[in-house]
């Protein structure tokens, strides 16, 4: 009985039960490269991997968007439901992320007019220039720098305006 099969890219027409063997174990072989090659991707994504002597860094070193004002710590305009929902994420992310506990945050209202979808945008261009990995975006984006820090950027709705929004930035190890 003749078995056709793909063995990188190369098709061959086989007539052995010792052919089938073989085939079977170079397909156990290339899904076993899969699987690990997919687990490091994962790792460097994450910032378990990336360089180990990235330089450490402090939230002043942040570049901060354009015009923004910084509010007093602890300061926000943004409805309770906003400080609410930051404060879940933040401690979701370090149950997932295993920090250590190292915290910092600056909240800045933002210039009248500016749109959620433009800051999000600078960030990610400026960050990413300064070697920044963005590693999740959603409600708002973690950004890792392989130092093991955790950049998180918030933009809240104001809860004076709906032209006015708030930017928080946490700082996380």
């Not at 190369?10 to 063997?21: E, H, P, Q, S």
């Not at 401690?91 to 210039?111: D, I, Q, S, T």
């Not at 220039?129 to 950004?143: D, E, H, K, N």
């Amino acid at each position: 009985m003749a078995t056709l099969y793909c063995s990188i890219g190369i098709l061959r027409a086989v007539d052995t039960r010792g052919a089938m063997d073989r085939i079977e174990r170079e397909m156990q072989s290339l899904l076993e490269l899969c699987a690990r090659v997919g687990a490091l991707g994962l790792w460097l994504a994450f910032g378990f991997g990336g360089c180990a002597n990235a330089p450490r860094v402090t939230l002043d070193q942040i570049p901060v968007y354009p015009g923004s004002l910084p509010l007093a710590s602890g300061e926000y305009a943004a409805s309770a439901s906003s400080v609410n929902f930051i404060a879940e994420q933040e401690a979701a992310l370090a149950r997932n992320f295993k920090w250590k506990g190292a915290h910092a945050e600056l909240v800045f209202r933002l210039p009248t007019g500016n749109k959620p979808e433009g800051i999000r945008s600078w960030y990610f261009e400026k960050l990413t220039a300064l070697g920044w990995r963005s590693v999740y975006s959603a409600a708002y984006t973690v950004y890792t720098n392989g130092a093991g820090q955790y950049l998180i950027v918030y933009i809240l709705a104001s809860g004076t305006t709906e032209q006015e929004y708030e930017l928080a930035l946490t700082l996380n190890e």
